[in-house]
Each structure stands twice: as structure tokens, then as C-alpha cells.
């Protein structure tokens, strides 16, 4: 008897589900049912076919996650599936393995060093990606209503990974330039190759064009106006720009609320974890700061605690700089921290108010969102292209609501804190 797999297992080719029993079998999972189940729901997950992978035996239960990769041709080419993957595998086989000598040889503290999932396994080869990660739900970590803004609490864990996660970045890159250097040519910058894209330039106007109408007061209409169809030349503008900057860090990328699980004991938060990294690249660390305060948080909390996260962050930055040698006052200090908030906020208002769009869509739209994608790729004219974004973003007058608070929080907060 072999592995027998049952449950969810569409949209997993044999070569994925190949990888998958090998990576069970080396565990000792050999002569036994396993079980696959779907993770989410439509809306949750967009750039990949999330499954959990359960597997027993006499000594017990193994549970692990799946991000499979879509063999769609037309989906992989319009979510640039081939670098997203290519991203996060270099990052789960290389980065984050680096990163653990580099705790090691300070000798650190668990609770001093960066929380990550355990990859189990990692199948590379287009178009049969796949990336076996820790279940993290089995250690008590859960995610978030992406509905319902994150708690000033749940905010400063995640800065204080970021704090983590940049300290190494910037450890590396002083002690071991060459190494630093292979990591962030080898991962894809895929913000500065969508102006090759006229069906994404059409998607952003149409964001940028519904945020315009949906929002109230002359003033938010006029920022909103070309920050989204202007996100992508800045992107390519700004990449330029920091591209072996003295400042610059290999990023996490996309720290919205799904790709941010944490654990509570009780009602009090212990711990936060970021689980993607598939936009992962050289950037500035303010891009991290930026895309989970605002697109995290509501105005509200905003108000009360900003600049609180922003002297919490660089301490913790400071702090763990200190742990291998450097400190934040050189690799980067804080009045360089405030400046480039203000150099980044155009094209970050942009970026926060397309990830507002995708954080409060309902799953029927996001259902159908994740099926236009698959379609946008596909050689139709701009009437047929126009139709299609006109589809998949019609939203019902709850969506409406939560999207316009949404947003015009957003640019409330860049108003009030001088970064418009």
C-alpha cells in the first residue's frame, strides 16, 4: 500500500501531489490515507491554491500547509505566478535559513529571534510549484477577520517583526555584502515589470476611478485622483532610486492582514507571525511600515498611536541591531525613517488604497475577481477588457460602505500626518 490522498486534491497536479508524498513518505507517512482540505475561502488567498495536508499514523498526526501553484497559463502569466513562487522559495530555502546561522551565532533568545513557519519542502519547477509549510493553526496561531481593523496591540507585534526581519536584512548586507547581493538580484521585483502590463494599467485606473466616486469631500477626491494609475511608474521610478541603497533591506512585501497569523492566551496577544513572502525584494524598509499601518489599521487608532509605532519600531530596530554589532543611528536613522514616509507616500496612498479593495471584498466578488484574472491575460480588446473589470468590480452598498470608510480613512491619516 502507498500514500492515498483524498479530499480537496483538484487543481493539484500529479507532479505537486508527487512532491507532497515523497516529503510524507521521508517523514515516515508511508502506508496511509491523507487527507487534503481547502484553506479559506474566495478572497483569502489569490496568488495561490491553499490546502491543508493531513496525514496519520500509529504514532500520530502531522498536519502541514500547501501553496500550490496554478498550471492556468493564463493565470500564471497575469499574476506573474513563475517569479512569485521563484520568490518565496528563495526565501524559505535561503533567506530565512541564513538568517537562523545569524541568530545562532549571536546567540539569541527564541524570543528575541523571527518567527517564521517551518518549510518542510519546496518544489521549484514551473509550473508545478509548491511550497510545504508548518501548520501553524496546530501551535495555536490563527488569522484575523481581514473585515475588521487590527488592534494597536496586534500592530506593535507585527512592527516588532519587522523590526526583526529588517535588523537581519541589514546584518547580512554588512557582513556579508556578497551574499546579500546574490539574494536580492535573485528575487523579482514584480511591481516594476507590470508597466508591460496595459490590462493591470486598466485594472488600477478602474480602482483608482471607483475609489474616486465612492469616497466624499473635494479634498480626498483630489489625492485620490492618478495615485493608483500612477502607482506603477513610481513603483519603477522609486525601485530605481533604491536599487544597492545604503538603506535598503530585503522586504516581506505584502504584510496584509491574511498573510499575518497570531496567538492569543486568553484575550492577551503572545505572539504575531508573517506567512508569505512572495513579493519579497530590495526595498526600503518604510514600504513594510507603510503598507501594514495603513492598510491595516483604521484612522481611529491611527490618530491615538502612529507616531508611538514609528519610535516602537526603530527602538526595536536599534535593539536588534545591537545584537550583531550596528546600530540604527547609522543603518538607518530615524530622521532618514521620517523622510522617506514623506518620499514614499504617493506611491504607497496608491498601493494601500488597491490592497483596501481586495482587504473588504466579499467572497462572491472576490470569487469572481480571482476568475477575471485568469481571463485578463488572455489577447481580447480594450471593449471586452473594459466589460471585464466592470464584472468583477461590481459591488453591493456593504462593500460600498466598508470601502469608503476604508479609504477615506486612509487618506485622512495621510492628510493629517503631513504625508500628502
Given at each position: 500500500?502507498?500514500?492515498?490522498f483524498?479530499g480537496?486534491?483538484?487543481?493539484?497536479?500529479?507532479?505537486?501531489l508527487?512532491?507532497?508524498r515523497?516529503?510524507?513518505?521521508?517523514r515516515?507517512y508511508?502506508?496511509?490515507?491523507?487527507?487534503?482540505e481547502?484553506v479559506?475561502?474566495?478572497?483569502d488567498?489569490?496568488?495561490?491554491n491553499?490546502?491543508?495536508?493531513?496525514?496519520?499514523?500509529?504514532?500520530?498526526e502531522?498536519?502541514?500547509?500547501a501553496?500550490?501553484?496554478?498550471?492556468?497559463?493564463?493565470?500564471?502569466?497575469?499574476?506573474?505566478?513563475?517569479?512569485?513562487?521563484?520568490n518565496?522559495?528563495?526565501f524559505y530555502t535561503?533567506?530565512?535559513?541564513k538568517?537562523?546561522q545569524?541568530?545562532?551565532?549571536?546567540d539569541?533568545?527564541k524570543n528575541?529571534?523571527?518567527?517564521?513557519?517551518?518549510?518542510?519542502?519546496?518544489?521549484s519547477?514551473p509550473?508545478?510549484?509548491?511550497i510545504?509549510?508548518?501548520d501553524?493553526?496546530v501551535?495555536?496561531?490563527?488569522?484575523?477577520?481581514?473585515?475588521?481593523p487590527?488592534?494597536h496591540?496586534?500592530i506593535?507585534?507585527?512592527?516588532?517583526?519587522?523590526?526583526?526581519?529588517?535588523?537581519?536584512?541589514?546584518a547580512?548586507?554588512?557582513k556579508?555584502?556578497e551574499?546579500f547581493?546574490?539574494?536580492?538580484?535573485?528575487l523579482?521585483?514584480?511591481?516594476?515589470?507590470m508597466d508591460?502590463?496595459p490590462?493591470?494599467?486598466?485594472?488600477?485606473s478602474?480602482?483608482e476611478?471607483?475609489?474616486?466616486m465612492?469616497?466624499?469631500?473635494e479634498?480626498?477626491?483630489r489625492?485620490?485622483k492618478e495615485?493608483?494609475?500612477?502607482?506603477?511608474?513610481?513603483?519603477?521610478k522609486?525601485?530605481k532610486e533604491?536599487k544597492?541603497?545604503?538603506?535598503?533591506?530585503i522586504?516581506?512585501?505584502?504584510s496584509w492582514?491574511?498573510n499575518?497569523?497570531?496567538?492569543?492566551?486568553?484575550?492577551s496577544l503572545?505572539?504575531s507571525?508573517?506567512?508569505?513572502y512572495?513579493?519579497?525584494?530590495e526595498?526600503n524598509?518604510?514600504y513594510?511600515l507603510?503598507?501594514?499601518?495603513?492598510?491595516?489599521s483604521?484612522?481611529?487608532?491611527?490618530?491615538?498611536?502612529?507616531n508611538?509605532?514609528?519610535?516602537?519600531?526603530?527602538?526595536e530596530l536599534?535593539?536588534r541591531l545591537?545584537?550583531?554589532?550596528?546600530?540604527?543611528?547609522?543603518?538607518?536613522?530615524?530622521?532618514?525613517l521620517?523622510?522617506?514616509?514623506k518620499?514614499?507616500?504617493?506611491?504607497m496612498?496608491g498601493?494601500?488604497?488597491?490592497?483596501a479593495?481586495?482587504?473588504?471584498m466579499?467572497?462572491?466578488?472576490?470569487?469572481?475577481?480571482?476568475?477575471s484574472?485568469?481571463r485578463?491575460a488572455?489577447?481580447?480588446d480594450?471593449?471586452a477588457?473594459?466589460?471585464l473589470?466592470?464584472e468583477?468590480?461590481?459591488?453591493?452598498?456593504?462593500f460600498?460602505q466598508?470601502?469608503?470608510?476604508?479609504v477615506?480613512?486612509?487618506?485622512?491619516s495621510?492628510?493629517m500626518f503631513?504625508?500628502v
Amino acid at each position: 500500500m502507498v500514500l492515498q490522498f483524498e479530499g480537496a486534491v483538484n487543481n493539484i497536479s500529479e507532479a505537486q501531489l508527487a512532491f507532497i508524498r515523497e516529503v510524507l513518505e521521508k517523514r515516515g507517512y508511508k502506508d496511509t490515507k491523507v487527507t487534503i482540505e481547502a484553506v479559506g475561502k474566495a478572497g483569502d488567498n489569490y496568488l495561490a491554491n491553499v490546502k491543508r495536508v493531513i496525514a496519520k499514523n500509529e504514532h500520530g498526526e502531522f498536519r502541514m500547509i500547501a501553496k500550490i501553484a496554478s498550471q492556468h497559463e493564463e493565470l500564471r502569466t497575469s499574476a506573474a505566478l513563475l517569479q512569485l513562487f521563484r520568490n518565496e522559495h528563495i526565501f524559505y530555502t535561503s533567506v530565512l535559513p541564513k538568517y537562523q546561522q545569524f541568530e545562532e551565532q549571536a546567540d539569541l533568545h527564541k524570543n528575541d529571534r523571527l518567527k517564521f513557519a517551518e518549510c518542510y519542502g519546496s518544489l521549484s519547477e514551473p509550473p508545478h510549484e509548491v511550497i510545504l509549510l508548518e501548520d501553524m493553526q496546530v501551535a495555536g496561531f490563527n488569522m484575523m477577520d481581514r473585515f475588521t481593523p487590527l488592534s494597536h496591540e496586534c500592530i506593535r507585534s507585527v512592527l516588532k517583526n519587522f523590526a526583526i526581519l529588517h535588523s537581519l536584512s541589514f546584518a547580512l548586507k554588512y557582513k556579508e555584502p556578497e551574499t546579500f547581493n546574490e539574494y536580492k538580484n535573485n528575487l523579482v521585483d514584480t511591481w516594476t515589470k507590470m508597466d508591460q502590463r496595459p490590462d493591470l494599467t486598466a485594472y488600477f485606473s478602474h480602482v483608482e476611478n471607483t475609489a474616486v466616486m465612492t469616497v466624499d469631500g473635494e479634498d480626498r477626491k483630489r489625492y485620490l485622483k492618478e495615485c493608483v494609475s500612477q502607482a506603477i511608474p513610481l513603483a519603477s521610478k522609486i525601485s530605481k532610486e533604491d536599487k544597492g541603497a545604503k538603506h535598503s533591506v530585503i522586504q516581506q512585501g505584502d504584510s496584509w492582514t491574511n498573510n499575518i497569523l497570531f496567538k492569543f492566551n486568553g484575550d492577551s496577544l503572545e505572539q504575531s507571525v508573517m506567512i508569505d513572502y512572495q513579493l519579497s525584494r530590495e526595498n526600503n524598509p518604510t514600504y513594510d511600515l507603510m503598507y501594514m499601518i495603513f492598510g491595516c489599521s483604521d484612522h481611529e487608532t491611527r490618530v491615538k498611536y502612529f507616531n508611538d509605532w514609528l519610535d516602537y519600531y526603530h527602538s526595536e530596530l536599534d535593539k536588534r541591531l545591537h545584537d550583531f554589532g550596528l546600530k540604527a543611528n547609522y543603518v538607518y536613522p530615524r530622521d532618514r525613517l521620517d523622510a522617506d514616509l514623506k518620499r514614499y507616500a504617493k506611491f504607497m496612498l496608491g498601493i494601500i488604497v488597491m490592497v483596501a479593495t481586495i482587504s473588504v471584498m466579499n467572497p462572491a466578488n472576490a470569487a469572481k475577481m480571482k476568475d477575471s484574472m485568469e481571463r485578463f491575460a488572455e489577447p481580447i480588446d480594450d471593449e471586452a477588457n473594459e466589460a471585464l473589470l466592470k464584472e468583477s468590480m461590481t459591488f453591493d452598498d456593504n462593500f460600498i460602505q466598508m470601502f469608503r470608510k476604508r479609504v477615506e480613512g486612509i487618506v485622512d491619516s495621510f492628510m493629517m500626518f503631513g504625508l500628502v
